[in-house]
């Protein structure tokens, strides 16, 4: 699901590939998502958005939301910094390791 975590981030990919998508902050509104715990600095986030499924009219603002996507390959790192709106799906068997900091 499209979501927030509550440190930085650095997504491996060891075997295999997947897709990525990043959602600055500033589209937090337009993807209707929610801070969990946000007073505490274990905060994370959540949107009811399923971004490959037809958006339902209630969340069509997301169509909206400028995103940056791409492809990581075996041997790619991604930093993906806290609280930043990503989402992830492999697109073949993958293996991949995530270092938070």
């Not at 009219?57 to 806290?82: N, R, S």
């Amino acid at each position: 699901s499209l979501h927030s975590d509550p440190s930085d981030n650095l997504l491996c990919q060891v075997a295999g590939f997947k897709y990525f998508r990043l959602y600055d902050l500033e589209q937090t509104g337009l993807i209707h998502a929610t801070t969990l715990r946000a007073q505490n600095t274990n905060s994370f986030g959540t949107s009811p958005v399923r971004l490959e499924a037809p958006l339902p009219p209630q969340y069509a603002t997301a169509a909206q939301a400028p995103f940056v996507e791409g492809i990581l390959a075996p041997g790619d790192v991604l930093f993906i910094p806290k609280s930043m709106w990503h989402y992830v799906r492999s697109l073949t068997t993958s293996v991949s390791v995530n270092f938070w900091f």
